[in-house]
């Protein structure tokens, strides 16, 4: 635990509510700093200054309904490219707006009244764990066959080495393909959807080619039961059969 942590007030226009904020918190463990921006200044601010903003471990923004279109803006038009935590002021937002800034780029949400105590811990959480984030994201920019422009990952080359593959390396293929999908605001449902797919698909096809399109074999690999291994199959439209020409020694057919 840091013993000092600094975090950015940023004040859009006149906003009183950040007096009571500002200066040393939570025992001095908290600094909470201002940080005056006129509105049509936040984007260059958040985002064209982002080495400065570097300074302060997060930002705290009031998000209200009188200003959340404002913000829903300003979010959209940094595509992923805020590098300092955003934590939003939610200010009696329903759930399905503070649903609506995580996908477009927030890093937490606190609710008045201001709990100094409680930033600090989000705040130390989010930098546990962005350490960890960081360190999947380099693997996943490294990782062949991956393009992250597109947000897609070559499947054959996949489906050809994923039995090999790390926990640590598929973890960095999906985070990679759900922060492009976040930024490209696809619905959570329909970006999970489309990972899974595509690693059932890779996944079942290797433990194919790799028993010669022997189910019993490939299922029991897998430690799956036969007949959910079967369901998948059927699922994606695989046929074992294109996997039994390759047969490696040793393996018997499946009946």
């Not at 998000?63 to 979010?75: F, I, P, Q």
Request: aromatic share 6%; proline share 4%; charged share 25%.
């Amino acid at each position: 635990m840091r013993e000092r942590l600094d975090c950015a007030v940023l004040m859009v226009g006149d906003d009183a509510w950040t007096a009571p904020l500002l200066g040393y918190q939570a025992s001095g463990r908290l600094v909470m700093h201002p940080l005056k921006v006129e509105p049509q200044h936040i984007v260059h601010v958040l985002f064209h200054q982002a080495v400065a903003m570097r300074r302060y471990d997060a930002c705290l923004l009031r998000v209200g309904e009188d200003n959340l279109a404002a913000v829903r803006t300003v979010l959209s038009a940094a595509s992923g490219r805020l590098e300092t935590f955003l934590i939003a002021y939610a200010d009696d937002l329903k759930a399905m707006a503070i649903q609506d800034l995580y996908a477009l780029g927030i890093s937490d949400f606190i609710c008045p009244p201001f709990r100094a105590e409680a930033l600090r811990a989000r705040i130390e959480r989010l930098l546990d764990m962005n350490g960890g984030r960081m360190g999947m994201l380099a693997l996943a920019e490294n990782v062949p066959d991956y393009d992250p422009e597109a947000g897609a990952m070559d499947e054959a080359a996949l489906c050809s080495t994923i039995l090999q593959r790390s926990g640590m390396e598929l973890e960095a293929y999906a985070i990679a393909s759900a922060l492009h999908s976040a930024t490209s605001r696809e619905s959570f449902r329909v970006a999970k959807g489309r990972i899974v797919e595509r690693f059932e698909k890779a996944y079942i096809r290797a433990a194919l080619g790799r028993h010669g399109g022997n189910i019993a074999m490939a299922a029991r690999s897998a430690q799956k039961h036969r007949r959910a291994f079967w369901e998948l199959m059927r699922k994606h439209d695989i046929d074992p059969v294109t996997y039994r020409s390759q047969v490696p020694p040793n393996h018997p057919q499946d009946g």
